[in-house]
């Protein structure tokens, strides 16, 4: 079982740009949540899917938007990119009929923003 | 509001030494708490939680509800502990947690 799998792992992108990015989750689970991690901070709670829909959302502006799939994988979109978006973004996966099932997180991808 | 706090961003204790690492919490009701860790070169993975009562590599946490804390501890810390170390409090279902700023523990030989 490969875990959680992102991608990619790094991005650069520009100032003003759209960006997309992928999770697939743990085998098994049907639930996915999006973490930003900024440098020195712990991870922040963008949002969580399951079910094709977005469950909870965090504090974080409608240029953040997100899609799960059927096959429970999911996007994270960021629309007009700003210097600030620079993070490490985490795709974390859970069972959500399993409540003592941990959440698994990826690598994360790393997006710079120029 | 509901938030994590890591008083400590870097810890460093030699190989046999006691570690504690701190945490406290903001939460209005019972709180669910949790610590990861990511050791280097690592993915963010779960340490332990608070409602299993459980010791995981040696590490314990005890949930002390009159001071809002979840403190970290380890009797005798070993080099292959030292690693970034996040509290964690669940904020509205079991994948929406908020995380403190972390705590990193290096622990020299």
């Known amino acids: 079982d490969a875990g959680v799998t992102q991608s990619p792992t790094h991005l650069i992108k520009t100032r003003g740009q759209q960006v997309t990015l992928r999770c697939s989750p743990k085998s098994g689970h049907d639930t996915v949540s999006w973490y930003q991690q900024a440098l020195g901070q712990g991870p922040q709670f963008i949002f969580q899917?399951?079910?094709?829909?977005?469950?909870q959302r965090g504090n974080f502006p409608d240029r953040f938007s997100g899609h799960q799939f059927p096959n429970y994988s999911s996007e994270l979109n960021v629309n007009a990119l700003l210097l600030g978006d620079s993070a490490l973004y985490l795709c974390?996966?859970?069972?959500?009929?399993?409540?003592?099932?941990?959440?698994?997180f990826g690598n994360g991808t790393r997006l710079t923003v120029t | 509001a509901q938030r994590v706090t890591q008083p400590e961003k870097l810890l460093s204790v030699f190989k046999g030494a006691p570690v504690e690492l701190k945490c406290n919490y903001s939460y209005s009701g019972s709180p669910e708490l949790f610590w990861y860790v990511q050791y280097s070169r690592q993915r963010l993975q779960l340490l332990l939680r608070h409602i299993s009562r459980e010791s995981i590599k040696g590490f314990t946490a005890d949930l002390n509800k009159g001071e809002t804390s979840f403190h970290l501890k380890k009797p005798f810390a070993q080099e292959e502990d030292s690693a970034m170390y996040y509290c964690a409090l669940v904020g509205g279902s079991q994948g929406n947690l908020i995380f403190g700023k972390g705590t990193k523990l290096s622990v020299k030989p």
């Open positions: 974390a996966s859970s069972d959500r009929l399993d409540y003592n099932s941990p959440l698994h």
């Open positions: 899917y399951y079910e094709e829909e977005e469950r």
